[in-house]
DNA sequence: ATATAGTTTAACCATTTGGTTAATTGCACA
DNA sequence: TGTGCAATTAACCAAATGGTTAAACTATAT
């Protein structure tokens, strides 16, 4: 029956997938090996190249997929009434991403330096378009929500303080948190405040 | 003559770093490729050897190099007397370093995330260590220039602001600014004051 | 001039790595 | 039960890569 090849199908490459978005997200696509992720997914290296061709192929599958799921959390955000809790969760999006995906932001930036072009592409492919957020919030200083500032200069001030803790977290945790688990914890814990607090005392008007 | 000899031995050895610099910058340690640094540098790749013995050393050195260049400017800063001056200069020398050396945060991120214990282990080699900028910050805040807020919090936002919009710099030119250079440039320009203003705004006590 | 020491190169080596192939297994179906 | 087709594997391959070696070259000191 076709249903049960199928099913066996999918099965066989969902295994191979996960084992991949797990060796691609923590070595990137130049550190990861392609026996790696066979031995991670329990089966023979020439069933990746079955399955998907080639690494860079499988690499790609990898990094859509990731996006895929990020992506409408941030478009959903921006249908909010309330235009603190619309930001508040365009904030959420990123940080709980992060939380659950740890290995996410290095791994965009990995990318995005290693082959920006292709980048680019994989983005317009999927429908990944930033610049909506960046008229959302325009839209919002004409509304007399938000302090009338330059848009770009707030968009990358929110994104940087939301994603670069995770991507520098090594560094953080050595060098500012004593290795100290906890701490971190901690840290990202408040996080979504922190940056809120932030976003309020410079881009919100004054109650 | 000794003299001599040290001379062509320093001159090599420096075309080498040069080289190597460049290729493992843009490259990261996995993607660098021996034989491209040798290329580069103009000579035969066993010299890269007979300098410095393997491609890690040669990467490590490379990696303190960048470090020892920079970290001094951010200390230099915290000596400054003005309160305002001396976070001015902190935010001031990450940015000018990055606008010199574009590919450094990168480069940082993604060894980071290769061996972070490795990476510990090199900071402390140097000498560095961003605590001290906590304290000047705790420092700040005793004296009263500065709101009595989380100085870590405080640190990581102001560190997130000055590096990230590098880091990220290749999305942000392609989905944010039309591929623009004239954009990236004037962006990169307002970036001591932007981040000045947050600064100012969240952090500095209201004149 | 020649010995000496450091410098540079071409050729080579062992290993790793992405990818292929041909044979084997397992399973639906007639 | 046997046929056919997809799934799976072991063995293999060519290219790339970090590293080595032995010979050649250069310049200096005697």
Redo the contacts with the bound molecule.
């Keep these: ?2 249903g ?3 099913q ?2 999918n099965v ?1 490459e969902q295994v191979i997938l996960n084992a991949a978005r797990e060796v691609f997200m923590e070595k990137g696509m130049d550190g ?4 790696e992720i066979a031995d991670k997914a ?9 399955y998907f ?4 192929k ?1 690499f790609n599958k990898v990094f859509i997929e990731a996006f895929k799921e990020f992506w409408p959390q941030v478009e959903g955000a921006m249908t909010i009434e309330t235009p603190y809790k619309a930001i508040e969760s365009i904030v959420e999006a990123y940080i709980d991403t992060f939380i659950d995906k740890p290995f996410l932001p290095n791994f965009i930036l990995a990318e995005l330096h290693r082959t920006p072009d292709r980048f680019e592409l994989l983005m317009k492919e999927i429908g990944i378009n930033p610049k909506i957020i960046m008229t959302f919030l325009e839209k919002l200083m004409e509304e007399g929500h938000l302090k009338k500032t330059n848009s770009l200069n707030m968009i990358v001030n929110v994104i940087s303080l939301c994603v670069f803790p995770f991507a520098a977290r090594p560094l953080m945790m050595r060098l500012l948190m004593d290795n100290n688990e906890q701490i971190w914890d901690d840290f990202i814990q408040q996080r979504k405040e922190t940056v809120m607090s932030v976003i309020k005392e410079c881009y919100f008007m004054k109650a």
């Design positions: 029956m076709d049960l090849n199928k066996n199908e066989t990861a090996r392609m026996q329990g089966i023979n290296k020439a069933m990746l190249h079955y061709r080639s690494k860079e499988l």
